[in-house]
């Protein structure tokens, strides 16, 4: 409860253009303000080609489709904070499976959430995520969880702020992990966003067009159905994939944006940490399809 005190304090005190790990670098018209849709809807799924887990004997390799889908209604509070709120699933599913290997990774939540709106794009404070965490298709009173995101930024200079925040999850291995580093708005075409977990370098020959290299890191922790195994048998287990990629991200309209990424798993690991295996897959290649709607 200390840790989320401070960064309530944090939230209130940081400058808040900087919401999330990419910032708004001027502070938004009243004209833009009121332009915010009702509806925040996005669509993001991906593909990883197969590749041997090490450790899994004849176990052969293994391809992951990961797709997540958000929906949240944005309530204003002032011209400049909103009230989201909404729901969101997200699902990994696997082509090869056993106890150790689930054929599927799911999580179907609520989102409550403080949000900044530059006048283009909303960049959440404070997140909290109440739901159900689990393998394949086993949900019980155990899967439940509430995963904790908050995020601030303070301007360090001109075009360059300082980014910290926290991501808190008990089914993770670290339940506590920092988001730090910094936003700089190198000029008008170019910005660095050189933000852990999720950096990203961006070109925008326009306003309506950035290319990008980026890293990204995706999964969670889940709570492991009934199996066989009893190194698994209801156990937590610790899921994330850790990418590199380049893409691009193009905006024909207002509220509407289509992003397109390919690139390199580097790491897709399963981590048992109470007591159970830790294995990890080899690198292999994926893409990466996002779609923003705002209605």
């Known amino acids: 409860m200390r840790l989320l005190a401070l960064f309530a304090c944090l939230l209130i005190a940081g400058w808040p253009a900087l919401a999330d790990e990419k910032s708004a670098t001027e502070i938004p018209t009243l004209e833009k303000q009121n332009q915010a849709p009702l509806w925040a809807n996005e669509l993001s799924s991906d593909y990883t080609a197969p590749s041997k887990i090490d450790h899994s004997g004849s176990f052969g390799p293994q391809a992951v489709f990961h797709y997540q889908l958000e929906a949240l209604r944005n309530v204003r509070l002032t011209d400049k904070y909103y009230f989201q709120f909404g729901v969101v699933s997200e699902q990994f599913i696997f082509s090869r499976s056993n106890s150790i290997y689930p054929y599927s990774i799911s999580s179907v939540a609520g989102e409550l959430s403080l949000a900044y709106w530059t006048g283009d794009d909303f960049y959440p404070l404070l997140k909290f995520e109440p739901g159900v965490y689990y393998t394949r298709d086993y949900i019980t009173k155990n899967s439940f969880d509430v995963p904790i995101r908050a995020v601030s930024g303070f301007k360090l200079r001109d ?137």
Request: with cysteine; charged share 20%.
């Open 159 to 295: 075009e360059v702020h300082i980014v910290l925040g926290v991501n808190v999850d008990p089914f993770e291995q670290v339940p506590v992990i920092p988001i730090c580093g910094f936003n700089w708005k190198i000029n008008d075409q170019y910005n660095l966003r050189a933000v852990f977990p999720q950096p990203r370098f961006s070109y925008m020959p326009d306003k309506a067009l950035e290319f990008f290299v980026a890293a990204d890191l995706v999964g969670g922790g889940y709570r492991n159905g009934p199996t066989d195994d009893p190194r698994t048998n209801n156990a937590l287990l610790d899921y994330s994939e850790y990418r590199i990629a380049s893409g691009v991200n193009y905006n024909p309209q207002k509220g509407l944006s289509f992003e397109m990424t390919a690139g390199w798993s580097i790491e897709r690991r399963y981590d048992y940490f109470r007591g159970g295996p830790g294995d990890s897959a080899r690198s292999a290649p994926y893409v990466k399809l996002d779609v923003s709607i705002g209605l």
